[in-house]
């Protein structure tokens, strides 16, 4: 420990110095295709690298630190830390150890808002900052510096109410009447909620003309509407015509009554409107049509109407018009389904005239050149492999394994290259009274929502083995490869039914199948003591 603490305390310049910066210099400057196997297993290499990476290369500030998101571990190349310990946090805490508190950072670990004493000790934390009592909360802790604190999420757990936000930190401790007071009926008083209301629109700056465009509902809440808005159907539209009747029209808001969007005319009318106003024709709607240009225009209830999707409005509109692959983005989830994966590829074949002759073509190079935004999907939830894409989507026509450049092993069962055709026959011969799948399970990565294909699942004596060959790792053509190989690495490493062996392209093409009996034997597999080892 004694030794982390020295590195996590020198200053940045001595890091420059260090062996494993240079390393990770021309890992950055692209000299380097990847670090020396086990580099970020030595929590030195963590804290060095980490520390050079934040405070020298990006000059980050100390409160910049535990701000920094996954684009920045991408950028800077810290996959490998980041996989090690599963979140950002974790990895920041551990190299710069007690000196940042949970909410230093941009998200707060799962379920922390479960936790009375994380929301108690983040409170006092900036109650003694500030130099406020506990005794004196009511007088001078309001609605808007708790949510300047952060506390958002566990207020809207409590109706956005201090006073039930508090009573659920201290029991008994405070009464209703040391907070501020609402008069017995303000609800419904029209000269009492117009005078609150006009005092609303001081403190929020807000014009008197501004309010069908600026008042929502949130913000009444805020303000301590939210018994009053109860009396007309939580409508902030049919409140503030209350308050001030014949002042606004229906058009003035950009959120309509209840029960509006329900209607397809105004739907339909809507959208048209919008279209002709801009003058987008007709076959860039679907790219026009954006849920961020659908809120700048003040659509946000119609929005919410059809489950904050474009694509939803579109087909309602237009009624099999569009195809979703024609938006800028598809809703969320979309790809998990099956079916919506062979509809996309179904109906992009359809509209470019593509026959099963031609099937086989469509592989990475080819949707990279028309259509890249498949390529993501695919690495998702084939595991890069496009002919199982196709091979899905296409149950009607029968396919051989030559047409996509397959190969077959002596079992029967298909390989990608020359060398896991080479390995799997190898795996066959060698494996003594065991069960070799190639290819027969998919797993879940949630954490980065991927399905992973093992090359290889061997069975034997109630045992089970991945064995993966990353063929293409530390390639420069595939910059992508070697970051998911990290994370594949990673995720089988966490299963707790299986043992994973991994096959390095160096393993095999310099070592053969000695190294890979060598891989085999030493994971507890029995091998036939006649297999060659020749290739």
């Known amino acids: 420990m004694d030794n982390l603490n020295y590195y996590r305390s020198i200053c940045p310049s001595e890091l420059t110095q260090l062996p494993v910066v240079k390393l990770y210099k021309e890992l950055i400057s692209g000299k380097r295709k990847a670090l020396p196997s086990g580099t970020w297993e030595k929590d030195e290499n963590v804290i060095i690298i980490v520390r050079y990476a934040l405070e020298v290369h990006l000059g980050l500030k100390k409160e910049q630190i535990p701000k ?190 209840n029960g509006y969007w329900k209607d397809i005319k105004n739907v339909r009318q809507a959208i048209i409107d919008l279209i002709e106003r801009e003058g987008v024709a007709e076959q860039d709607v679907p790219r026009f049509m954006t849920k961020q240009r659908l809120m700048e225009e003040g659509l946000t209830g119609l929005l919410h109407e059809y489950h904050g999707s474009p694509i939803e409005i579109i087909e309602a509109v237009f009624p099999g018009k569009y195809d979703v692959t024609e938006f800028q983005r598809v809703p969320n989830q979309h790809w998990h389904s099956p079916q919506n994966r062979v509809q996309a590829l179904r109906t992009f074949c359809a509209k470019r005239g593509i026959d099963r002759k031609e099937l086989p073509r469509l592989n990475r190079a080819y949707f990279r050149k028309h259509f890249p935004r498949f390529i993501s999907m695919v690495d998702r939830h084939y595991d890069s492999k496009f002919y199982r894409w196709i091979m899905e989507s296409f149950p009607e026509y029968t396919f051989q394994p030559e047409e996509f450049n397959l190969l077959v092993g002596i079992d029967g069962q298909l390989c990608d290259s020359k060398e896991e055709l080479e390995i799997h026959n190898f795996l066959i011969r060698a494996v003594a009274d065991g069960k070799v799948e190639r290819e027969g399970c998919r797993f879940v990565n949630q954490e980065y929502d991927e399905v992973y294909i093992p090359d290889w699942v061997i069975e034997q004596n109630g045992r089970k083995w991945i064995v993966e060959y990353f063929g293409l790792y530390g390639s420069t053509h595939y910059k992508w490869y070697t970051e998911k190989v990290d994370r594949k690495m990673q995720f089988y490493h966490s299963l707790a039914d299986y043992t994973l062996i991994v096959i390095m392209p160096d393993d095999f093409r310099e070592k053969g199948f000695q190294r890979i009996v060598s891989l085999l034997i030493s994971n507890g597999i029995q091998i036939n003591v006649h297999c060659s080892l020749e290739r």
Do not use: C
Request: a positive charge; hydrophobic letters at 35%.
């Open 68 to 257: 920094i998101n996954r684009g920045v571990i991408k950028e800077q190349k810290l996959w490998g830390a980041l996989n090690r310990f599963k979140s950002i946090r974790k990895l920041i805490q551990f190299v710069y150890p007690d000196r940042y508190n949970e909410f230093d950072f941009n998200r707060v670990p799962i379920n922390y808002w479960n936790n009375i004493q994380n929301i108690r000790n983040r409170l006092e934390w900036h109650l003694r900052r500030e130099g406020i009592r506990i005794v004196e909360i009511p007088r001078k802790v309001n609605y808007d510096l708790l949510v300047e604190w952060g506390f958002s999420n566990p207020l809207k757990r409590h109706g956005h109410s201090p006073y039930r936000f508090m009573n659920a930190l201290y029991p008994g401790r405070f009464k209703e009447t040391d907070f501020k007071k609402i008069p017995q009926g303000y609800a419904t008083n029209r000269e009492f909620l117009k005078e609150q209301f006009m005092d609303m629109l001081r403190m929020e700056k807000i014009q008197f003309e501004d309010v069908p465009k600026k008042v929502t509902q949130q913000m009444l809440i805020k303000h301590r509407f939210s018994a009053a808005l109860k009396h007309h159907r939580n409508s902030p539209l049919e409140f503030i015509q209350y308050l001030f009747p014949n002042q606004f029209s229906l058009d003035d808001f950009h959120t309509k009554p």
